[in-house]
């Protein structure tokens, strides 16, 4: 008898303390009653977050967490990320939410709520020269292409394609290998290699080969937080139903993705 009491105590204690953590981790409760929708986001990926010339983070993805913001009817405070910090900062609760061109990937959907649609995605494509007159990837067979050490479409660039990858630590240092003329191409991000040439200095290259290796891009926030999630991709559906994706290509000069006009067709 004495333990069959126990036994109920116990549950009914773990199922408060189940409460106490459901309660707890009803993020749109907390943002609602701070008034501020705090969101994760680039600003170093121009156009889709970097800094205008006032020190405002601006671009495609701060448009998206705006949006975000009038949804919830609160404040918007952005907060910069980069790749290496963004997962830690949405784990320790620094931020609500993070926008940041994360690619969706299995290993981060063990640890983080990625949102179902994705609300964006990037290629593989190269930046060249315009004079080197590059039609396919064929033609880099052999040819000396700068690439940035650990990206995972190294790999194949080099076993598929046979180019001849010559690997720098960081953007800087490849833009500089790219312009000096050590290497033919810089393979990289297609969405960041259009952000690049909105800059005057890189007019004589192009990006001028159909992108490949394409990765969904998820918006993410805290595991367990259903409500927000639920929310969230209500969201990201309706981005793609009403052409709010596509309109966000026009205003940041965004060439528009197959991705973009899919997604459009699926959801409208």
Not at 70 to 92: D, M, T, W, Y
Request: glycine residues 8%; neutral net charge; hydrophobic residues 45%.
């Amino acid at each position: 008898m004495h333990n069959r009491y126990f036994s109920i105590v116990a549950a009914g204690v773990v199922l408060g303390m189940l409460g106490a953590t459901a309660a707890r981790a009803d993020a749109l409760d907390d943002i609602k009653k701070k008034g501020v929708l705090v969101v994760g986001t680039k600003a170093d990926y121009r156009p889709f977050g970097f800094l205008d010339p006032s020190g405002k983070i601006v671009g495609f993805e701060p448009d998206l967490a705006a949006d975000v913001a009038k949804r919830l009817g609160v404040k918007l405070e952005l907060v910069p990320v980069v790749a290496s910090n963004r997962i830690q900062f949405l784990q320790q609760g620094k931020i609500d939410m993070m926008i940041a061109t994360m690619s969706d990937t299995p290993e981060r959907r063990k640890i983080v709520d990625v949102v179902d649609p994705n609300y964006y995605g990037s290629g593989t494509n190269v930046l060249a020269p315009k004079s080197a007159g590059l039609k396919s990837w064929e033609a880099l067979r052999g040819k000396k292409v700068c690439l940035i050490q650990g990206s995972f479409y190294n790999k194949e660039l080099q076993e598929k394609y046979g180019v001849d990858g010559v690997a720098f630590p960081g953007t800087a240092e490849t833009y500089a290998a790219l312009k000096n003329g050590n290497c033919v191409a810089f393979a990289y991000d297609d969405t960041a290699i259009v952000g690049e040439m909105l800059k005057p200095e890189w007019s004589a290259y192009e990006m001028p080969l159909d992108s490949i290796l394409f990765v969904p891009w998820g918006l993410a926030i805290k595991q367990g937080e259903k409500g927000f999630a639920d929310m969230m991709a209500k969201t990201a559906a309706e981005w793609h139903k009403t052409g709010f994706i596509q309109d966000l290509e026009k205003k940041w000069a965004i060439k528009p993705t197959q991705f973009a006009q899919e997604m459009h067709d699926k959801y409208k």
